[in-house]
């Protein structure tokens, strides 16, 4: 029997892909929340939010992520957003 004959050197583990959470990208965060302060209306902040969904979500339909995937990071990253808010606005307040 040859090493080619046996079942187990044929088979070949499926690949899944491992995408870098977008909760973790602190620096995108960061950007988004300070322009998303930095808007002067409700109207201004909710078409940045708009052109920052649409941007997130090509970028990982891209990547190939399922929308329930997709969904779950984009939620993740506006909690992440929202608490780098509070986060500003805390330190804007509490300068004397």
């Not at 090493?3 to 990208?25: E, G, M, N, S």
């Not at 930095?38 to 979500?57: M, P």
Request: glycine share 6%.
């Amino acid at each position: 029997m040859k090493q080619d004959d046996l079942p187990l050197f044929a088979w070949h583990p499926p690949c899944k892909l491992i995408v870098f959470p977008l909760v973790a990208r602190i620096g995108r965060i960061r950007d988004v929340a300070s322009k998303m302060l930095d808007k002067t209306s409700a109207r201004a902040a909710e078409t940045y939010r708009d052109q920052v969904i649409i941007g997130v979500l090509r970028h990982l339909e891209r990547l190939g992520l399922s929308e329930s995937e997709q969904d779950e990071q984009l939620g993740a990253f506006w909690n992440a957003v929202g608490d780098e808010m509070a986060r500003e606005r805390g330190r804007v307040s509490r300068k004397p």
